[in-house]
């Protein structure tokens, strides 16, 4: 479990669920895992109470009772003693009584033979002769009672008291064998209990390795990571024999000589490898709001993302207003539950905030529509633009975005002043873009980087250069200063005869 624990990360509640085939099967496995180190702990939980603490409190219930029984035996041995020492104590007064009424009787036959013994000597002797053969008679008597009584309880003791103790002591045996085949079986029958359970981890297990789709998760990454760029044109014939090399394209000006336009295809080489991310640099530039940095492909993901969740957002907004409007009737029904006033402030805001989310839902619907609109238009105006646009191809935003290199950020509206001293001279005499519609500024735009022009709010500008697909129109001032701002920041409006032409 320690090991699920650690290979499991963490993932918040917003964070996506995984979607390779190889990540889902790892965490159902992990998953699996998990359940079988459950049943482990169950197996290890039953071998600790119905095995390994039965035993224990056997064990000890056991040695209690043996300590028992052994003491019996010890008792039982201790009284057989004591019954012994009595006889042979018996024995040997009985022995000693028979030593002395021999002496006497030796003692009374020796006076009753002397005839210069006394009368009253030869009584005495007799007397004490009588005395000393009814004590030995009564000794006798007292050993052949104790060895009676000896005999008796050594053979109680030898085939009732001691037998007994020892069948006891089998059967407390007995039952210690029993006790250790049940927790045996007990064993057997814990691990036999979650056999079932560990099989279909197994089974699941297997299923999850099945399950792995090599071809899925390889188009997963395509479709996460696939730019949408058409790939670059062919370049064309660059006839050096000739002076100038010069192509019209419509609604931007000459091309400069031949030095400028070498520059400009090494520049473009330079930013169509830096489009290689996998085999490059991945590309450093600041995040926009309208994801204009990223590519097309990734930026339409990136934009509807943004609109499932600002519609998530508004959904919730919403069902708030709806429960705001349900309890502000009911205050106004019954004043004594609440006052309808104090739920207004909260009302208000969250219809701000509904028309705030309306707005953003707004203004991401139209990028995601340009950008819809740009993918299926791009192959046509990539093959029908002409030189000049086809060195600036590689730029996707005038900040220069996808180059590996600060060096190669040659920026579009900045390739014709490129060489003051070389084309100065061709550019002084002559006219101005005409202007081929007009725009209105949907959001402001700072227009910090070189080449861009900065706009306001609502305000009108006049447009010499249509989009070419890259995202960036080339508009002009009343006062004359041009630059390139972004496509959805403004409103189009295209005119054959346009004010200022």
């Excluded at 702990?41 to 035993?55: F, I, S, T, W």
């Excluded at 009595?86 to 030796?106: L, Y």
Aim: glycine share 6%; hydrophobic share 25%; with cysteine.
């Amino acid at each position: 479990r320690n090991l699920v624990k650690k290979y499991c990360p963490k993932r918040s509640p917003k964070d996506e669920e995984p979607r390779f085939t190889s990540c889902i099967a790892f965490f159902n496995i992990l998953n699996e895992l998990n359940d079988y180190a459950g049943q482990r702990e169950v197996v290890a939980e039953e071998m600790g109470h119905r095995v390994y603490g039965e035993l224990m409190r056997y064990s000890h219930d056991l040695k209690t009772e043996r300590k028992m029984h052994l003491q019996e035996g010890r008792k039982a041995q201790q009284y057989l003693d004591m019954c012994w020492k009595q006889m042979d104590n018996s024995k040997k007064k009985f022995e000693r009584e028979c030593r002395e009424a021999e002496k006497a009787q030796q003692s009374y036959e020796r006076l009753d033979n002397d005839t210069n013994a006394t009368k009253a000597d030869v009584e005495k002797a007799k007397q004490q002769l009588n005395l000393r053969t009814h004590m030995a008679d009564e000794n006798k008597n007292e050993y052949a009672a104790q060895l009676q009584n000896f005999n008796g309880e050594q053979h109680k003791h030898y085939y009732i008291v001691i037998p007994q103790i020892y069948k006891q002591l089998q059967e407390m045996d007995e039952r210690r064998t029993i006790k250790l085949s049940e927790c045996y079986k007990g064993f057997a029958d814990s691990e036999r209990k979650v056999i079932p359970i560990i099989s279909k981890c197994l089974e699941g297990m297997i299923l999850a390795a099945k399950s792995v789709d090599e071809h899925r998760d390889s188009q997963l990454v395509i479709d996460c990571f696939k730019s949408g760029f058409e790939p670059p044109g062919d370049f064309p014939f660059e006839d050096y024999s000739q002076n100038i090399y010069r192509t019209i394209s419509d609604g931007t000006i000459s091309t400069p000589k031949q030095e400028g336009m070498r520059i400009d295809s090494k520049t473009t080489v330079g930013k169509a490898k830096g489009k290689l991310w996998l085999f490059g640099k991945k590309p450093k530039g600041p995040a926009l709001e309208d994801f204009s940095h990223l590519p097309p492909e990734q930026r339409r993901k990136k934009l509807q993302q943004r609109i499932d969740e600002l519609n998530r957002e508004l959904q919730k907004e919403t069902d708030q207003k709806d429960a705001l409007i349900k309890m502000k009737d009911v205050y106004e029904k019954n004043p004594q539950m609440g006052d309808p006033s104090s739920l207004q402030p909260k009302l208000t805001e969250t219809m701000s905030n509904m028309d705030r989310l309306r707005m953003e839902i707004h203004k991401n619907e139209a990028w995601l529509s340009e950008v819809e609109g740009k993918v299926a238009a791009r192959s046509d105006r990539r093959h029908s633009s002409d030189i000049n646009h086809l060195v600036t191809q590689g730029r996707e935003s005038p900040e220069g975005s996808y180059t590996d290199d600060a060096n190669q950020e040659v920026r579009g509206p900045t390739q014709q002043h490129a060489h003051p001293n070389e084309f100065d001279d061709e550019f002084e005499d002559d006219d101005p873009l005409p202007a081929i519609g007009h725009c209105k500024a949907i959001y402001p735009f700072d227009g910090h980087n070189e080449g861009t022009l900065a706009m306001k709010e609502g305000e009108i500008l006049y447009i010499i250069e249509e989009d070419k697909g890259d995202g960036w129109t080339r508009a002009r001032r009343h006062n004359g200063e041009e630059g390139y701002v972004p496509t959805s920041y403004i409103d189009v409006t295209l005119e054959k005869n346009s004010k200022g032409a």
